[in-house]
């Protein structure tokens, strides 16, 4: 069961990444695990590249913003759950991480300058393959050397993109690496004027067709953008091996989010795979909306005893209020069984990674009052 397993994580790692399927809880996990640090007393970051405002509704920010917004203190001693540490939220703004590379790695200002202002640039800053999760593991391995935080917690996507992120580094760098990319920089001749005398003629052949159809002057833009990019390519290819290596450091924990369902099961569980395949530590797993078992599952409950329990309670209800109450019971106890079987075979398939069952609460979690109640459950090893 791991009775602490995440406190344990709070305390003893700088980085925890919650993954799992669209639907499971995922962003609420990471609220509740960032409010449970604070309370601990952690200088807890919370980065978020899912742009839903759940997460900011649940701290009572107004909107998440890509700067860091630290969420005002007094709005927890409202709540009657003081902090002894602080919180503080961000999102991932994508360009703005970009533009911070190409500032970093050019040879010069006016450099950086013209790269930026590069019409291809500002377009494939925010959408070449891989980009948005490289840029993510960017900044969280910028933020986690802020003196500032104790602990940061990144809130995914959902898995189908999630899974991007093991592989973002290799495939940015696959991207900028490319023969198209090659064609271009030869294309560009070291006076900075375009020529495809230079090139293979079956290469020169198909950038003239593309020329015919989008103009010269885009095929001048892509290859002055590529040139100047190709510039910096050491920069980036270093880079993103010190993330590769971030990601597989003792610091780093994933916890891995999912409801009791077969199929949320099996997409988290082929992550775990994927992560151990990369040498990326797994924390824990969380499965979340899990049914407990109703009083007297193991007897049962008859019409007899629903009738009673109205009666004592002098409520009126309709004639067949027992029979549908006895049948509500049943489903229930089906329901936990259901639920126990599931997650029984995560526990086999997974061996010492601890699994948090969190039972269903009456309402969805949407203020800072439920979020520590949430965090306590975390915490605490669940069910």
Known sequence: MGTSALADLIESRRVIVTVGAGGVGKTTTAAAISVAAARRGKRVLCLTIDPARRLAESLGISEMKTEAVTVDPARFAAAGVPLTGSLTA??????????????????????????????????????????????????????????????????TPPTANALDFLDAPQRLMEALDSATMKWFIQAFESGGKFSLNVIAKGAAAILRGIGKITGGGFLEAMAEFIAELNELFGGFKDRAKRV???????????????????????????FADRLTEAGMPRGAFVVNRFHMPPPRAAEGVSEADAASAIAAHGLALEDDAAERIVTAHSDAVRLAATDARNVRALDLSQGTTPTIRVPELETDVHDLVLLARLGDVLTTGGV
């Open 244 to 270: 590769e290596s971030a990601l597989r450091g003792s610091e780093v924990a994933f916890v891995l989010v999912t409801s009791a369902s077969p199929p949320s099961i099996q997409e988290v569980l082929y």
């Open 90 to 155: 961000m999102m991932l703004d994508t360009k703005r991480t970009f533009d911070e590379l190409i500032e970093k790695y050019s040879s010069s200002p006016e450099k950086a300058q013209r790269l930026l202002s590069n019409k291809l640039y500002q377009y494939v800053s925010t959408s070449l393959a891989g980009t948005q999760e490289y840029m993510a593991m960017e900044k969280l391995v910028a933020v986690k050397d802020d003196p500032r935080y104790d602990l940061v917690v990144l809130d």
